[in-house]
């Protein structure tokens, strides 16, 4: 358990209006949830999920943010987490790298595993932690200075000791932005536009060599046209890593997802494939939502 205050007197959720999980509840016991794992369909070989998610709950304070959340994130997949407002989607994602304990204030409990292991063991380091687990934020957030520093600056405080250079082409490479800066690599990170500038963090959160990159909504502040690089950008980054992605853009999430995992009031709905859930979604509120009737 992690604990920033007091934890709340009562931890069993009454709420009973919303349905159960496809695949977690949050009226289950408080145990590591046993999920079945995928199959690859060519081979029928067990695919072992890279985030194992088991009966996870948070609370700011008195109210319970997240209520018995349980889910895998498949490896090299796009997850989306989608939802009204206030739903929880940027809690849980925050919760997948410990961003939340800086948060004064807050209470856990549950399970967050990553290849196997509890990030939120005593013995885990929550800076090695988010370096394995790297955000990309709402804004775009590039450090005051130069393009080439931005990139380089977080490898070289973990310690990198390669080629610099190297890593900085690779990973603008990597976020698609090579062509439009190479030649002015040492000019400042402001001069870029906001599509640059998001992209450029997502480079930075490529250079220190993450397995996994959360994103909240990070095309919610740009027009269509950088709106569609960064979409590109995310789609070819997943043959290397493993991305969650917050959106309130339910064509988004059906665009560049593999999988759609719906929350509403805290508690996960129904996860599933994208196509399946947006066009044959097993539950009736999950229906509701996609469909438009609420939001």
Same mark, same amino acid.
Not at 288 to 295: E, I, N, S
């Given at each position: 358990?992690?604990?920033?205050?007091?934890?709340?007197?009562?931890?069993?959720?009454?709420?009973?209006?919303?349905?159960?999980?496809?695949?977690?509840? !949050? #009226?289950? =016991?408080?145990?590591?949830?046993?999920?079945?794992? #995928?199959?690859?369909?060519?081979?029928?070989?067990?695919?072992? =999920?890279?985030?194992?998610?088991?009966?996870? +709950?948070?609370?700011?304070? #008195?109210?319970? !943010?997240?209520?018995?959340?349980?889910?895998?994130?498949? *490896?090299?997949? @796009?997850?989306?987490?989608?939802g009204p407002s206030g739903c929880g989607k940027s809690t849980l994602l925050?919760?997948?790298?410990?961003?939340?304990?800086?948060?004064?204030?807050?209470? $856990?409990?549950?399970? @967050? $595993?990553?290849?196997?292991?509890?990030?939120?063991?005593?013995?885990?380091?929550? /800076?090695? &932690?988010?370096?394995?687990?790297?955000?990309?934020?709402?804004? =775009? +957030?590039?450090?005051?200075?130069?393009?080439?520093?931005?990139?380089?600056?977080?490898?070289?405080?973990?310690?990198?000791?390669?080629? &610099?250079?190297?890593? /900085?082409?690779?990973?603008?490479?990597?976020?698609?932005?090579? #062509?439009?800066?190479?030649?002015?690599?040492?000019? *400042?990170?402001?001069?870029?536009?906001?599509?640059?500038?998001?992209?450029?963090?997502? !480079?930075?959160?490529?250079?220190? %060599? =993450?397995?996994?990159?959360?994103?909240?909504? *990070?095309?919610?502040?740009?027009?269509?046209?950088?709106?569609?690089?960064?979409? %590109?950008?995310?789609?070819?980054?997943?043959?290397?890593?493993?991305? &969650?992605?917050?959106?309130?853009?339910?064509?988004?999430?059906?665009?560049?997802?593999?999988?759609?995992?719906?929350?509403? $009031?805290?508690?996960?709905?129904?996860?599933?494939?994208?196509?399946?859930l947006f066009t044959r979604p097993q539950k009736d509120r999950t229906e509701?939502?996609?469909?438009?009737?609420?939001?």
């Open positions: 358990m992690t604990d920033n205050s007091q934890t709340p007197d009562s931890r069993v959720d009454t709420d009973q209006s919303v349905p159960d999980a496809t695949n977690g509840t !949050a #009226d289950q =016991p408080r145990r590591a949830a046993k999920v079945s794992n #995928d199959a690859d369909a060519t081979t029928g070989e067990e695919v072992r =999920p890279k985030l194992r998610i088991g009966d996870l +709950n948070f609370w700011y304070g #008195d109210t319970h !943010a997240l209520k018995g959340i349980t889910m895998d994130i498949a *490896p090299n997949e @796009v997850t989306a987490l989608i925050r919760c997948m790298n410990r961003m939340n304990e800086l948060i004064q204030g807050t209470t $856990m409990d549950g399970q @967050v $595993m990553l290849d196997g292991q509890d990030i939120y063991e005593k013995e885990a380091d929550p /800076v090695m &932690v988010r370096r394995r687990v790297g955000m990309v934020f709402q804004k =775009p +957030n590039p450090f005051p200075k130069t393009i080439y520093k931005n990139v380089a600056w977080g490898a070289k405080i973990n310690g990198y000791t390669g080629d &610099v250079e190297a890593l /900085v082409e690779r990973s603008l490479r990597q976020a698609a932005l090579w #062509d439009e800066v190479k030649d002015r690599l040492h000019t *400042p990170a402001y001069d870029l536009s906001g599509g640059q500038q998001q992209r450029l963090c997502i !480079a930075r959160t490529l250079a220190v %060599e =993450p397995d996994v990159v959360l994103m909240d909504e *990070p095309a919610s502040a740009l027009d269509p046209i950088a709106t569609s690089k960064v979409e %590109e950008t995310i789609t070819e980054l997943k043959k290397d890593y493993t991305i &969650v992605i917050v959106t309130h853009n339910m064509q988004q999430a059906s665009r560049i997802s593999d999988r759609t995992a719906f929350l509403y $009031m805290g508690r996960l709905i129904e996860m599933n494939r994208t196509d399946q509701a939502y996609v469909t438009g009737r609420f939001g």
